[in-house]
């Protein structure tokens, strides 16, 4: 069974960093691409950033130069460093691996940006 565990959210003030994981298991990486996606109350689901099996990498344009998508293909994990915090940045965060044709979702991990 695939699961995606998603952790590393919390509270943190304006300007702040956090650091997102994502571990997944019952399943290899290999060819698969992997995203970070978003949520905030009252709006839908968006990517903020993607990773490929080539490691080329894609950002929303609010998260550009302040969010890194990187992934660790031994341990099937995948991270999203997110710099320079900004209450716009609150939302509960999910990670997403396709393979093979299937979409894979974690649980969500909330990230509060705060004073």
């Known amino acids: 069974q695939v699961q995606l565990v998603e952790s590393g959210g919390g509270l943190v003030q304006p300007g702040g960093s956090l650091r997102l994981s994502c571990a997944a298991s019952g399943i290899t990486f290999g060819f698969a691409a992997t995203g970070w996606y978003r949520q905030a109350p009252g709006n839908q689901r968006e990517l903020v950033a993607m990773?490929?099996?080539?490691?080329?990498?894609n950002y929303a344009d609010s998260v550009k130069g302040r969010f890194t998508i990187s992934r660790d293909n031994a341990k099937n994990i995948v991270y999203l460093q997110m710099n320079s915090l900004k209450p716009e940045d609150t939302a509960v965060y999910y990670c997403?691996?396709?393979?093979?044709?299937?979409?894979?979702w974690g649980q969500g991990t909330q990230v509060t940006v705060s004073s």
């Open positions: 990773i490929t099996n080539f490691g080329s990498t």
């Open positions: 997403k691996l396709r393979k093979t044709g299937r979409d894979y």
